[in-house]
Antibody, heavy 123, light 107 residues
């Protein structure tokens, strides 16, 4: 069974960089798939942040692209998110998920999700 | 960018009701659409992928249809466990967007 677990600080100061890691178990990232980050502000809807392929190629939400970096560490079977210059608007539950994007099959969904971690931006 | 418009935003229904949620894309996305169910405090759960394919383990009372710009999620007979918020999600040219969500409430 594929499992994902987010970790990182729950409180980040404005203008600083938010850093989260997603540890994957039950599946080797090196075997394939994209791996993504999605966030949800309190009481609001879902926003895709970006995704990374096991090879390291990335694609990001254009509205966040200038502030986002997603990286992968296949030796630790984990991937990470960095979001710079955060403001209160970045306060949200951050989820990591397996991204099934595959042009061959026409799939584009997130099939396994972490439980989510709340990150609050406040001084 | 492609906008996804879900309707209704809130739906009141009773156990046993047939429920339909609609998602409209601002331009054609073929069948690049998924549906999720989310309960309070929990991560979203994938229900439908490729617009109409049922995810493994999801009850058959859930079904999806549509292509191009109009999509629907149908619950054939609403069960107590189905009261939740539902989101559609599209993919186009390396960009994903979610609908704003439809909350299914007990009538």
């Amino acid at each position: 069974q594929v499992q994902l677990q987010e970790s990182g600080p729950g409180l980040v100061k404005p203008s600083e960089t938010l850093s989260l890691t997603c540890a994957v178990s039950g599946y080797s990232i090196s075997s394939g798939y994209y791996w993504g980050w999605i966030r949800q502000p309190p009481g609001k809807g879902l926003e895709w942040i970006g995704s990374i392929y096991h090879s390291g190629s990335t694609y990001y939400n254009p509205s966040l692209k200038s502030r986002v970096t997603i990286s992968v560490d296949t030796s630790k079977n984990q991937f990470s998110l960095k979001l710079s210059s955060v403001t209160a608007a970045d306060t949200a539950v951050y989820y990591c998920a397996r991204d099934t994007l595959d042009y061959g099959s026409g799939s584009c969904s997130f099939d396994y999700w972490g439980q989510g971690t709340l990150v609050t931006v406040s001084s | 960018d492609i906008q996804m418009t879900q309707s209704p935003s809130t739906l009141s229904a009773s156990v046993g009701d047939r429920v339909t949620i609609t998602c409209r894309a601002s331009q054609s996305i073929s069948s690049w659409l998924a549906w999720y169910q989310q309960k309070p405090g929990k991560a979203p759960k994938l229900l439908i992928y490729k617009a109409s394919s049922l995810e493994s383990g999801v009850p058959s009372r859930f079904s999806g249809s549509g292509s191009g710009t109009e999509f629907t999620l149908t619950i054939s007979s609403l069960q107590p466990d189905d009261f939740a918020t539902y989101y559609c999600q599209q993919y186009n040219s390396y960009w994903r967007t979610f609908g704003q969500g439809t909350k299914v409430e007990i009538k």
